[in-house]
């Protein structure tokens, strides 16, 4: 009986031995396999990194070029806000000027109007008096 045991015994180890030669073999070629795998995949990333970092550049230049571009809209507009309160200030003058010319200018014309009258009312009247 201990024979029959030991028979058994022999027998499952030899099983279980091939069975764990097989899965170190397979659990070596899952290896390697992943192995190459992970070279390839290093292999092929390393060119879209390359074209990833290019990319990355051009925005960062892009992004730069319209941060100036922005700066100079900025500039524009307040120069084009001065620009327009002088005009405002110009038109201002010009209209306080002209007001103030309408008026002296009737206000000359009156005068003339005046002594106009009365020169002639002057001379009118001497004309008569005989002197």
């Known amino acids: 009986m201990n ?5 058994l ?5 030899i099983i279980t031995s091939g069975f764990i ?3 170190i073999i397979e659990l070596r070629k899952t290896v390697y396999s ?6 390839v995949t290093k292999e092929s ?3 879209a990194l390359e074209e990833l970092q290019l990319t990355l550049k051009s925005v960062r230049n892009i992004s730069d070029d319209i941060n100036d571009m922005t700066s100079d809209v900025k500039e524009l507009s307040g120069t084009v806000r001065e620009v327009s309160q002088k005009i405002r200030h110009v ?8 007001s103030s010319t309408a008026m002296k200018a009737s206000g000359l014309k009156a005068g ?3 002594a106009f009258g009365v020169l002639l009312t002057n001379l009118f009247s001497r004309k008569g008096d005989g002197k």
């Open 3 to 7: 024979q029959i045991w030991i028979g």
């Open 9 to 13: 015994i022999v027998l499952a180890v």
């Open 21 to 23: 030669i097989s899965l």
């Open 34 to 39: 992943l192995r190459e795998f992970l070279i």
């Open 45 to 47: 990333l390393k060119p």
């Open 91 to 98: 038109t201002a003058l010009i209209d306080d000027v002209t």
């Open 112 to 114: 003339i109007r005046t």
